[in-house]
Nanobody, 126 residues
Framework: QLQLVESGGGLVQPGGSLRLSCVAS????????IGWFRQAPGKEREAVSC????????NYADSVKGRFTISRDNAKTTVTLEMNSLKFEDTAIYYC???????????????????WGQGAQVTVSS
């Protein structure tokens, strides 16, 4: 089965930092564009960031620009989302997802992505 697994979620204080990681089973993440999405209670799922295969080209939601950084470690076949200066409104379940289609740019639309993780809870609270 093709599956993604997120790790690194948890409880952090406002202004703190957290690192989320995404790994795959059944396929190689390095050959896929990867997106991060999140869903807060009572709200629709929204795109956070994405990165192209083998790194290099990225997109960010306006709400996280300057605070979050997406990156790849091809040797570890891992995609990471570094989250800094966390705010209460960052509280959500965070998902990573993989796009099966080869694209020169990653896109920030949910329906583009084919493989999804189960989600990791991130809670920002004082």
């Amino acid at each position: 089965q093709l599956q993604l697994v997120e790790s690194g979620g948890g409880l952090v204080q406002p202004g703190g930092s957290l690192r989320l990681s995404c790994v795959a089973s059944g396929f190689n993440l390095n050959y896929h564009n990867i997106g991060w999405f999140r869903q807060a209670p009572g709200k629709e799922r929204e795109a956070v960031s994405c990165i192209t295969d083998f790194g290099g080209r990225t997109n960010y939601a306006d709400s996280v620009k300057g605070r979050f950084t997406i990156s790849r470690d091809n040797a570890k076949t891992t995609v990471t989302l570094e989250m800094n200066s966390l705010k209460f409104e960052d509280t959500a379940i965070y998902y990573c997802a993989a796009d099966r289609t080869l694209r020169s740019m990653c896109v920030m639309t949910e329906n583009t992505y084919d493989y999804w993780g189960q989600g990791a809870q991130v809670t920002v609270s004082s």
